[in-house]
């Protein structure tokens, strides 16, 4: 974990109200794993706490974060340009496993959910599949035009299946009735599945996969966070063995482990 003082090397618009930020940060870049995030602190005397985001995806040296502006922080991230300091925290908690050998690879992404997925997807692309092994994504969102990374995720040689909410493309509904559907499809092999979104989702989904034990599942967890490192415990989550800070012991989760109410 690295306390940095960085240079904004782009930010790109690629979605209305969604940015892709990067700066350059070699220490991190090299030393990140995909499900990892970062704190960012934001230059403005009114915000006080650092913004958590995940670690989209690094490229050599620069490391990318994609957002949605979602309140004043972000508003004012979505303000910066070439050449701006940034100040980041990172990297921070646990990333996804790697997946099982000889598994399929299946992730699942709502809404902003892809944001972390997309580096798990991008590393899982430079390992050779194993025979028939199958890589595919459910990539879930309101509409067509709030589908992201498409295009790049099918250059990592995988298979998207989308779920838009009113049906302008794909499966209409969300990700987890997209997987039902998938399930009735076909009978799943062995199979690795990651996913980051709502909460909901998730209970979706473990819900879905509670009689496949060929499925082995890790959520990330999206939460409100504060210091970010473990300390004030403001991001528990709860788990069959207790609560667990998402910051720390997280943002990844074995879904099987979690407790929805």
Known sequence: MKDIATKVTALKKVADGVF?????????????MPGQFVDIRVDSPEMNLRRPFCIHHTDGETVYVLFRIRGRGTEILA?????????VLGPLGNGFPLPEKKADVLLVAGGMGVAPVFGLAAKIAKTKPAKNEKRRIILAAKNKAELLCVK???????????ATDDGSVGFKGNAVGAFKDLLAKETLNKTTLFTCGPEIMFHGLQTAIADLPQITAYASFEQFMGCGIG???????ETKTGYKRVCKDGPVFDLREITFE
Request: hydrophobic share 40%; net charge positive.
């Open 20 to 32: 892709l930020l990067s700066f350059s940060a070699p220490v991190l870049a090299k030393g990140c």
């Open 79 to 87: 303000q910066l340009k070439k050449g701006d300091t940034v100040e």
């Open 152 to 162: 790049e995720l099918k250059s990592f040689g995988f298979e998207v299946i989308a």
């Open 231 to 237: 300390t004030c415990r403001a991001c528990v989550c």
